[in-house]
């Protein structure tokens, strides 16, 4: 028996080949988006102490929302809590006592329990990510937490 060849397994090849090309591809990126390009080469971005303040919340139009407090001045973090509400698997609670266990090149806060919070700027955004808090979230529920982003000019976050 002779193997048939589907009519269009020719330009699904194509496409297949166009497409994973376009994803190898790198975008330009516009200067005073934290990347320089001197000499038309990437640069990584100037390390400096993390300072930012927010005492922010927001709920996305799924219902997906977070609330968060933080303070950090000279990459010294003076205060944080976040609450995460994911929508039909339950909730997060992140805080109470950390030790702070970095400085730089980002900031990085840990529990006894393992719970990790890492704070890095982006331009002018700050990331706050969470390892290894599920024992914090409602069972099952820390699967679906994504990062909360600051913006260190308003303060506000999403």
């Known amino acids: 028996m002779t193997a048939r060849r589907a009519p269009h397994a020719g330009w699904l090849g194509a496409l297949a080949a166009a497409v994973l090309a376009a994803a190898c591809a790198t975008p330009s990126l516009e200067p005073g988006v934290g990347v320089t390009r001197p000499g038309g080469r990437l640069q990584p ?39 995460v509400n994911v929508p039909r698997r339950g909730s997060c609670r992140i805080d109470g006592e950390f030790a702070q266990v970095k400085r730089t090149p980002h900031v990085e806060l840990r529990a006894r329990d393992g719970c990790t919070v890492s704070m890095w700027e982006q331009g002018e955004q700050v990331t706050v990510a969470f390892t290894h808090c599920a024992s914090r979230c409602t069972a099952g529920t820390f699967d679906y937490v994504w990062p909360i982003i600051v913006d260190r000019r308003t303060g506000q976050c999403h």
């Open 45 to 83: 971005m100037p390390l400096r102490p993390l300072d930012v303040r927010a005492d922010c919340s927001f709920t996305d139009e799924v219902g997906y929302g977070a609330r968060a407090m933080l303070d950090v001045s000279y990459a010294e973090v003076k205060a944080f809590s976040a609450t």
